[in-house]
């Protein structure tokens, strides 16, 4: 630490009664916002802000910004992870939780790690195999597995010190999330919440992995000796919801009030989205407002107790989660001083909240949303009856879509502007309820919805037209005014999280293969680097012997990517994936590598002759079952095999041979032997070899 001489060593060794050794210890996270020189814990501070005071690198020399150093890394998976940086080192998770340390002034590799995640446990996940990052305490880092494991490594060595399975493996948890540590408990959750688990966040002793406690987040089958805030949530509940897992899931954000003693999480969607299906009423079309989902609750660090909720979308049905960025932040409201907690959730709101109290202050939507007509005084959404698609029966185009008008990618903060920066995103979709639909526990993504009903036609004018409508901006929105100082529109959706200084600067990779510097209180563009690739994960920063440096993982990836991406618009840049870190200082030249080709398969699909009925029960089983890792209509992404190029689109027993057998289970294309028939399978690539025909009919290549 920079700040460690004798004497806060010693104060230290004190105030931690010998428990943890050298290292990092409460009062380092606790301070973590003075010491410039490290990010110590996944939002640099408890309050989860992301700003930086350092101003080495600011408005008058940023343009002197260079390359400092690279690292490549060794998966072509969505990036998502926020280094840490503590004394000098870097640590980072990449996709399919690996770990990797470098020396963080001239990326020497020190250790790296590979928890072997088995490849079938990809299927699991709804939004690619990521991970967002470590936490550290004493000499000891801790992060997540995909596969739902807690572990510990020594930071010096990278070895393992405990490991601990913290979900029931036989269902589809998987942990992407990056943990946080008060007081020497481990916090982490999971998600799952599309394939019909019960979310949950535990805490894990650093010592040992023991878990202390566990906060389930929506009730199971009732029972006398359930907590009262469970007791109470299953009131708001109907049918036999626990049978489908509920939902739920805390699968990323967390912040730490240490003065109030609270801890805050966001709380993820249903399970399934459709509520009819889920919570149904007494006329079946879905009822109540099933709590604690998409809610933001405070609850104790030491115990695991309920103290308060905020739920940002009662009876949600959209896929509208609570589990966006929490951050804490003290302004100055109505002429008076507030300790608030702000969320920009998936439900297009900007909500202000009490954080002692859970006390509604204000929200105001920062994107265009078609779903609520706006917030009352209580801080209920006044619904658009039409969104409420499961209770009409009827498809409806809803604004925002399921990616929500902003996703996991953090937002920053910066204290003199007080701006809340927001990666933003513009997407609709039709929200099509599945007549008899029936939770499949086996496989597929179980949402009560049909997944293809907003497939796009194969002309592409119109595709062109549709995509032209989704897009990404960054927001700088003042939380007092609730509406936005500045924005910047990006040419495509999915940008990078966000990073403040103190040097007037705001930092953000994105979807145009840039990372880029911006004035904080005017929005300029004041330096940009091509980083050859996507960039999602949000930039770091911290300082070695009077040097800034700013850090950023760039690597396309994450559900966006995976689900819409590859060749949808003729003529339109595939973006890439490569999956590198990114270093800069001032003064720096480095240069990347040339960018390799994109090596595309070409289209050349058998003749498409199979029966109309053939094709459409295909169609219907591949959007279900195929369509959240292969994109809408088997449009294909940069990041996942696009099918519609597959050399088993020839050989029928091939084929058969991956999605029944499953032959390539371990690179994480499993059997769908339990979910799908022999005949149903056949049917999925007659429908692929239609689309494939389609599209080389139409131009694509
Ligand atoms: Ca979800």
């Known amino acids: 630490m920079k700040n460690v001489g004798w004497l806060v060593a010693a104060s230290l060794a004190l105030a931690s009664c010998g428990e943890m050794g050298s290292g990092i210890g409460s009062d380092d996270l606790l301070n973590a916002g003075d010491d410039t020189s490290n990010w110590i814990t996944h939002g640099r501070t408890y309050s989860e802000q992301r700003y930086s005071p350092l101003d080495l690198i600011n408005e008058d020399n940023v343009s002197e910004l260079g390359l400092a150093w690279y690292a490549d890394m060794d998966t072509a998976r969505g990036q998502e992870a926020t280094p840490l940086v503590i004394d000098g080192k870097l640590y980072l998770t990449t996709a399919w939780s690996k770990v990797k340390a470098f020396d963080a002034a001239t990326g020497a590799p020190l250790w790296e790690f590979d928890p072997e995640v088995p490849g079938e446990t990809a299927v699991k996940a709804c939004c690619d195999v990521v991970n967002r990052g470590l936490a550290a305490w004493g000499d000891k880092l801790y992060f997540g597995t995909l596969d739902g494991r807690l572990i510990a490594l020594d930071r010096e060595t990278g070895k393992v010190a405990w490991e601990k399975v913290t979900v029931d493996q036989s269902q589809s948890y998987t942990i992407t999330g990056a943990p946080r540590i008060i007081d020497g408990k481990v916090l982490i959750g999971n998600g799952g919440a599309e394939f019909g688990v019960r979310g949950y966040i535990a805490a894990y002793d650093a010592k040992n992995g023991e878990e202390l406690w566990r906060f389930y987040t929506v009730p199971d089958e009732p029972s006398e000796d359930d907590p009262e805030y469970l007791k109470a949530a299953a009131e708001t509940w109907s049918g036999e919801w626990w049978e489908m897992g509920g939902g739920g899931t805390v699968w990323d954000s967390m912040a730490y009030d240490p003065d ?189 919805y049909n997944l293809g009903a907003g497939d796009l036609p194969p002309d592409l004018e119109i595709r062109k037209q549709v995509y032209g409508t989704v897009r990404g901006k960054l927001l700088a929105w003042d939380p007092v005014a609730q509406e936005a100082r500045w924005e910047i529109e990006h040419p495509g959706p999915w940008n990078g999280g966000l990073l403040a200084t103190g040097g007037g600067l705001v930092f953000q990779g994105n979807s145009s293969s840039e990372f880029n510097a911006y004035n904080a209180s005017s929005g300029e563009k004041l330096w940009s680097f091509p980083a050859q690739t996507g960039v999602v994960a949000p930039p770091v920063t911290y300082s070695i012997n009077g040097e800034q440096y700013v850090a950023v993982l760039a690597g396309w990836g994450g559900a966006y990517a995976i689900t819409a991406d590859g060749g949808l618009v003729k003529d339109a840049k595939p973006v890439q994936n490569i999956s590198r870190l990114l270093v800069f200082k001032l003064g720096a030249d480095g240069e990347l590598p040339p960018i390799p080709e994109l090596a595309a398969l070409p289209l050349d699909p058998p003749p498409s002759r199979a029966s109309a009925d053939t094709i459409a029960l295909g169609a219907q089983k591949y959007a279900r079952y195929c369509a959240v890792c292969h994109a809408p209509a088997a449009v294909g992404s940069t990041v996942l095999p696009d099918l519609r190029r597959s050399g088993t689109l020839q050989n029928r027993d091939s084929w058969q041979a991956v999605v029944h057998d499953g032959i390539l289970s371990a690179n994480g294309m499993v059997s769908f032997e339990g979910s799908l028939s022999r005949e149903e399978i056949d049917a999925i690539r007659e429908y692929v070899i239609k689309r494939a025909n389609e599209d080389r009919d139409a131009g694509i290549s």
């Not at 960025?325 to 998936?346: C, N, Y």
């Not at 265009?368 to 209580?378: F, K, R």
């Not at 009827?394 to 399921?402: C, H």
């Not at 609709?428 to 007549?435: D, N, Q, R, T, V």
């Open 260 to 448: 109030l003693n609270l801890l805050y999480i966001g709380v993820g969607n249903g399970s399934p989205w459709n509520r009819a299906y889920r919570s149904p009423g007494e006329d079946g079309t879905g009822d109540g407002d099933n709590l604690y989902l998409s809610s933001i609750v405070a609850i104790r660090p030491d115990t695991g107790e309920y103290v308060w909720h905020y739920q940002t979308t009662p009876g949600e049905t959209w896929d509208y989660t609570a589990t966006q960025h929490i951050m804490l932040a003290d302004m100055e409201i109505d002429g008076a001083e507030r300790q608030v907690l702000m969320q920009a959730p998936k439900n297009g709101f900007f909500y202000v909240l009490d954080r002692a109290t859970g006390e509604f202050i204000s929200a105001e939507p920062y994107i265009p949303q078609s779903w609520a007509l706006g917030i009352d005084e209580n801080g209920r959404p006044i619904e658009n009856p039409e969104a409420r698609t499961e209770k009409t029966g009827q498809p409806a185009m809803v604004m925002p879509g399921p990616l929500g008008g902003h996703n996991w990618h953090p937002m920053a903060y910066n204290p003199d502007e007080n701006l809340v920066y927001i990666p933003a995103f513009e997407a609709a979709a039709i929200y099509a309820p599945e007549e008899g639909w029936k939770p499949d526990p086996n496989r597929g993504f179980n949402v009560g």
